[in-house]
């Protein structure tokens, strides 16, 4: 609801901001207001809400004080002090200590009024401070990585510094490491908080927690590469790997087999997310490594995939059809949970009955019956699969394909009046099928069950903000696959470069997808038995794009970089 602002007069950085064009009137006065109720500055509320742009704010309140402003990306953390100012006063005022001469301490801000901040961290800390503008936006990410590399020294830490969680005795530790990691401000419960919420902040997908003989080391997968983020001491290996336990309520006195569980991390009232998590045991203590899932992935939508149209509507077009199977394949981390979860989401209507056999379901879906399947309690595939088709099912999705029981109670299923999703490691659609005649699938069977296969990859995004040209020669373009036909149309080929917006120039994943109708004669060669090499190239004569070529068109299309085409597909 719009505040009534007229009888508000504007001044200062309001007054600026109007004069240098950078706001209207009527959206300073209301950000004016806004500001001052919810007591932020005028700036922040204006970078927060996107109503200006955060670098030209800089350089007017910079002309409206006569100072200069500081480009922070070129400032070097090293020079930061550390453990100077608290947290929490950082968070509060938005204003970061920069570096310390003397009995001086000189702070960022990106608001020149916000006076209180500097009495609030002068009072705190003794020292006499002195103002620096800088860019608001940039501020903020500058602290995010201030405050990360304040947590992540925890692997410095000496024996003092860890007084709330040390214990004593062998066969009692597990006990001690409960009561204390029960206490919210412990050191080990921050630092594996700190490193799981950093995990969801960067995008990573997966954390690993890896002890080796004299040290420990923690890493993400970003964008589908491993990259080192903190280092521990190794002294807390057991501390960290029975805290990780406790949350996923796993028995944390067992270190002699795997172990699976689960953590739900709530980050507010409407959004939570899950990890799956894995034990190891491992030569130097159990290896952990946890499986972000994130619930909105699932629920993005079929456009933002990465499919290109002609695929999308073929996978659109098997899952209008009552009865079939489709078939998601790749390697694990292709993305192939995503593509069936997406096709459920699209699936899931009232008037549907849907269930699922997974191992284990990574992400809850309300209205979709899904079962964890146990084999250790004899609950498997196809013992599953079985209790489905007694409860009157409009469509199954089996987690994995991995044994002939499986398979023929799914394709059973699939021609008798049930739509079929699941999966399969192979790597190409025509893969797929003749490892299903390999299992023992009799190929009229395949034929007349198999509707649609998927194939599939993940290739990192160029980064937007600073993909550079590249300049590739004819004779190279034509050696890594290109037509003559696209060389000759004309294209402009791009490369990473690098920013602090990015991972090393790139940001985000794409799907790369090989999407194969089985069509009439597709359907006489799978009944004939023939090869995978016979059946792809069939597969390319009817107008389906190989993954290769579908990497290619995301190349030519400045999606993805030549280099990462070649490093997820190989012809």
Not at 328 to 345: A, D, E, I, M, W
């Amino acid at each position: 609801m719009a505040t009534n602002n007229s009888n508000v007069t504007l001044t200062g950085l309001a007054r600026r901001f109007v004069e240098d064009g950078l706001l209207d009137e009527a959206t300073a006065k209301e950000a004016f207001i806004q500001a001052s109720q919810n007591k932020i500055p005028l700036i922040t509320y204006l970078v927060q809400n996107e109503l200006a742009n955060s670098s030209g704010l800089a350089f007017s309140a910079a002309m409206e004080f006569g100072v200069s402003v500081l480009d922070l990306s070129s400032f070097l953390p090293e020079m930061m002090p550390e453990k100077v100012v608290d947290e929490k006063l950082v968070r509060k005022h938005n204003a970061l200590p920069l570096y310390k001469r003397g009995n001086r301490l000189f702070i960022a801000v990106s608001d020149p009024t916000n006076i209180q901040a500097l009495d609030e961290i002068k009072f705190n800390t003794g020292l006499s401070t002195d103002a620096i503008l800088v860019d608001d936006a940039k501020l903020r990410a500058a602290i995010d990585k201030y405050l990360e590399s304040q947590d992540s020294s925890m692997g410095d830490l000496d024996d003092a510094d860890l007084e709330g969680v040390e214990t004593e005795g062998g066969e009692q530790e597990d006990d001690a490491v409960v009561a204390a990691t029960d206490v919210d401000d412990a050191p080990i419960v921050k630092y594996v908080n700190k490193m799981l919420l950093d995990a969801i902040r960067g995008g990573a997908s997966d954390v690993h927690f890896e002890p080796y003989e004299k040290t420990y080391r923690v890493r993400y997968r970003t964008d589908g590469i491993l990259k080192e983020m903190s280092r521990p001491s190794i002294k807390l290996a057991p501390k960290i790997s029975a805290r990780i336990k406790i949350m996923a309520q796993l028995d944390i006195s067992e270190r002699r087999v795997p172990q699976d569980g689960r953590i739900k991390m709530k980050l507010s009232k409407t959004k939570a997310i899950d990890f799956r998590v894995n034990t190891l045991p491992t030569l130097w203590g159990e290896k952990i490594v946890l499986r972000i899932l994130d619930p909105s992935q699932a629920k993005l939508g079929i456009d933002v995939l990465g499919y290109e149209e002609e695929q999308k509507k073929l996978y659109m077009d098997a899952l209008e059809q009552p009865q079939g199977m489709i078939l998601v394949t790749g390697p694990t981390g292709s993305g192939k949970t995503v593509s069936l979860y997406t096709g459920l989401n699209i699936l899931n209507t009232p008037e549907r009955n849907i269930s699922t056999a997974e191992d284990p379901a990574e992400i809850n879906f309300e209205g979709v019956n899904q079962v964890n399947v146990n084999n250790r309690v004899g609950l498997g595939f196809a013992e599953a699969l079985r209790a489905f088709l007694r409860q009157d099912p409009d469509i199954i999705m089996v987690g994995e394909i991995r044994d002939l029981e499986t398979a023929n109670i799914a394709i059973k299923a699939a021609q008798t009046g049930h739509l079929v999703l699941s999966t399969l490691h192979t790597n190409s659609a025509a893969e797929t099928l003749t490892r299903m005649m390999n299992m023992g699938v009799p190929a009229f069977n395949i034929a007349t069950s198999v509707s649609l296969i998927i194939a599939q990859r993940l290739g990192r995004r160029l980064c937007n903000s600073c993909k550079q040209a590249a300049d590739i020669p004819k004779d190279v373009l034509l050696a890594e696959g290109f037509t003559q036909e696209q060389i000759d149309t004309g294209f402009t080929l791009y490369r990473p470069k690098g920013c602090d917006k990015c991972n090393g120039g790139y940001k985000g994943r794409v799907g790369i997808y090989e999407v194969v109708k089985i069509t009439d004669e597709l359907a006489n060669m799978i009944m004939e038995e023939a090869s995978s090499i016979k059946i792809a190239k069939q597969a390319q004569a009817e107008g389906f794009p190989n993954l290769r070529q579908s990497a290619l068109k995301k190349v030519m299309e400045g999606v993805t970089s030549l280099e990462e085409a070649n490093r997820v597909t190989k012809d």
